[in-house]
């Protein structure tokens, strides 16, 4: 089992920033690569980051790409999505997850998530 927290959601207005934080309790982090989706409202879930178990690659939804970044601390079992240049349509609850040895970017790939923290964008 592996147990993950975000934090570091909150209100801003666009064109700022914002860094989420997910801290994962559990099995050994660096054996997950761990990724961000969001949910805006009536939406579907999107992809939006992954990184692998060793850091080695990122990805991201085009959406994003340019603006957002992943990283990771495995000293700390610690995952961050640093958003800069924020738009309203970046609004949306994110949610990390973890997948145990493969890269995914599909929901179905991970295996834990975590509950979830609320970007609001303001225009």
């Known amino acids: 089992q592996v147990q993950l927290v975000e934090s570091g959601g909150g209100l801003v207005q666009a064109g700022g920033s914002l860094r989420l934080s997910c801290a994962a309790s559990g099995r050994p982090f660096s054996s997950y690569s761990m990724g961000w989706f969001r949910q805006a409202p009536g939406a579907e879930p999107e992809f939006v980051a992954v990184?692998?178990?060793?850091?080695?690659?990122?990805y991201y939804a085009d959406s994003v790409k340019g603006r957002f970044t992943i990283s990771r601390d495995n000293a700390k079992n610690m995952v961050y999505l640093q958003m800069n240049l924020l738009k309203p349509e970046d609004t949306a609850v994110y949610s990390c997850a973890a997948a145990y040895r493969k890269v995914a970017t599909t929901r179905g790939g991970f295996d834990y998530w975590g509950q979830g923290t609320q970007v609001t964008v303001s225009s």
């Open positions: 990184i692998t178990w060793s850091s080695r690659s990122t």
